[in-house]
């Protein structure tokens, strides 16, 4: 998936190359929020006969699972096509750099603004003008915090998703201050041996 000219080795003439048009993509993005909470109550009025109603917690629950979950296969995918023709990465560093700049941009259409690391493991994103956030407004500034964290969950999907890929067991993040400003924080979790 590209949203840019194509340019080798992803040219119109190879079989794997999808195009998207990036207003599609936009409303994809903007219409997966009321989507999975429209899945998630869905599913509660099917078990309202068997167990009682959901608070509105497990229902929130609920919608971050589904989106978290396909931000995640996104994100396997994306590694798995355009790092194909790269050489293996070494360090964890230039994995997160490669997230930060070529798979934001292939979403986002725009690299990462910012990336700090306190190199034991924990990484801070910082993305300005975050595209899912660009068109957004609302009359309160709690309301606005409210409203556009499930907006988050599929990106730290994706993330999370990426990183997996590429061999990296992390916990993912995000908050916004405001509007449209994003800041996503990874924490690797590294395995005892």
């Given at each position: 998936?590209s949203?840019?000219t194509?340019?080798?080795?992803?040219?119109?003439?190879d079989?794997?190359?999808t195009?998207l048009?990036s207003?599609?993509?936009?409303l994809?993005?903007?219409?997966?929020?009321?989507?999975?909470?429209?899945?998630?109550e869905q599913?509660?009025?099917?078990?309202?006969?068997?167990?009682?109603?959901?608070?509105?917690?497990?229902?929130?629950?609920?919608?971050?699972?589904?989106?978290?979950?396909?931000?995640?296969?996104?994100g396997?995918?994306?590694?798995?096509?355009?790092?194909?023709d790269?050489?293996?990465f070494?360090?964890?560093?230039?994995?997160?750099?490669?997230?930060?700049k070529?798979i934001?941009?292939?979403?986002?259409?725009?690299?990462?603004d910012?990336?700090?690391?306190?190199?034991?493991g924990?990484y801070v994103?910082?993305?300005?003008?975050?595209?899912p956030?660009?068109?957004m407004s609302?009359?309160?500034?709690?309301?606005?915090?409210?409203?556009?964290?499930?907006?988050?969950?599929?990106p730290?999907?994706?993330?999370?998703?990426?990183l997996a890929?590429m061999?990296?067991?992390a916990?993912?993040?995000?908050?916004?201050?405001?509007?449209?400003?994003a800041?996503?924080?990874?924490k690797?979790?590294?395995?005892?041996?």
């Amino acid at each position: 998936m590209s949203f840019e000219t194509p340019l080798p080795p992803y040219n119109a003439s190879d079989p794997h190359a999808t195009f998207l048009n990036s207003s599609c993509f936009d409303l994809l993005l903007i219409e997966m929020v009321p989507f999975a909470h429209r899945l998630a109550e869905q599913s509660t009025a099917e078990r309202a006969a068997v167990t009682p109603r959901l608070d509105e917690e497990e229902q929130r629950e609920a919608v971050f699972r589904r989106l978290d979950h396909l931000g995640y296969r996104v994100g396997q995918g994306l590694v798995e096509r355009f790092s194909r023709d790269r050489p293996r990465f070494t360090d964890t560093l230039d994995m997160i750099k490669f997230l930060c700049k070529d798979i934001w941009t292939l979403v986002f259409r725009k690299q990462i603004d910012n990336l700090k690391t306190n190199h034991r493991g924990v990484y801070v994103l910082t993305d300005h003008s975050f595209r899912p956030f660009a068109r957004m407004s609302m009359a309160s500034p709690s309301e606005t915090l409210a409203r556009v964290q499930p907006f988050l969950w599929f990106p730290c999907g994706i993330i999370r998703g990426a990183l997996a890929s590429m061999g990296i067991e992390a916990t993912v993040q995000a908050e916004t201050a405001e509007l449209p400003g994003a800041t996503f924080q990874i924490k690797t979790i590294t395995t005892k041996s």
